[in-house]
């Protein structure tokens, strides 16, 4: 499951799990200053627990950033757009674990309080991500019938570009996150031609699309519907956009929920093209 659906609203799993998860860690460490001794009723434990937060989530973006700054530079307020989901996540927690260090050994009567906050984080973040990894596994590109925005064609997904790399993205022309990522998908098709970019319209009608299309002026080929919204489900997303990332065997080897810029998504092809 890579996103809950809250009415109307489909939020991504994987922040929400993290925010519950340092929440959590810092009420624990509050709670346990408070009931032993040696520690100062002034000092605030549980506080640092979410500033080594946020100092994690800061390196994590930048390291993404350097190891990616021939695109960011092309693109630069794009660093600022975190929902495209560019993290290194080892130099986040390293970062993160420093300066826990560097605080506990500033203030030694921190650490009983420290260490039991981030044990109940980490069990809980861990134990729920263990628990969703059994719905969660990245599974075969599923054989969902599509038909082609041009003629009408019933193809099976799993059929369409296959033995290439291949760049699917969920969609609908009412979801806004979706109409801002278009204009990207569209150069890179234009720009990338050893990937296949395959667009799969969720739920809406042949006269719905074209009209959006021809609103928008954009040039994009190898648009399909998938008429009764059955791949998301089938691959545990709960809301648009969605773009999965296919090796040339088929095998789905990232999903992204939510939008992508310009160099994150560039960044992904990189990966893409190194996947065995």
Not at 179 to 198: H, N, S
């Amino acid at each position: 499951m890579y996103s809950l659906s809250l009415g109307p609203l489909a939020l991504p799993v994987a922040p929400l799990l993290l925010i519950t998860a340092v929440w959590l860690s810092a009420w624990v460490a509050a709670r346990w200053s408070l009931h032993r001794s040696g520690v100062p009723s002034s000092e605030r434990p549980g506080d640092e627990l979410i500033h080594a937060a946020w100092w994690g989530l800061l390196w994590a973006r930048l390291v993404h950033v350097c190891l990616h700054a021939d695109l960011y530079q092309v693109q630069p307020l794009a660093i600022l757009d975190v929902r495209d989901g560019g993290w290194h996540s080892l130099s986040g927690w390293a970062a993160g674990l420093a300066w826990l260090a560097w605080k506990t050994w500033r203030r030694p009567f921190w650490r009983q309080a420290m260490g039991v906050g981030v044990a109940a984080g980490t069990l809980v973040w861990g134990g729920v991500t263990w628990g969703l990894s059994a719905y969660s596994t990245l599974p075969p590109l599923p054989d969902i019938p599509v038909y082609s925005e041009v003629d009408g064609t019933v193809k099976s997904l799993s059929t369409l570009g296959q033995g290439q790399l291949r760049v699917i993205n969920l969609w609908a022309s009412w979801c806004g996150p979706c109409r801002q990522e278009m204009p990207i998908f569209a150069d890179l098709q234009r720009d990338e031609t050893d990937v296949q970019f395959l667009f799969i319209n969720q739920g809406e009608s042949v006269k719905d699309v074209r009209s959006y299309l021809q609103s928008s002026k954009l040039s994009l080929q190898d648009i399909w519907l998938d008429s009764s919204s059955e791949l998301g489900p089938a691959v545990g997303v709960a809301g648009l956009p969605a773009t999965l990332f296919v090796n040339a065997s088929g095998k789905i080897v990232e999903l992204h929920f939510g939008v992508l810029s310009g160099p994150s998504l560039k960044a992904r092809l990189r990966a893409l093209r190194e996947t065995p």
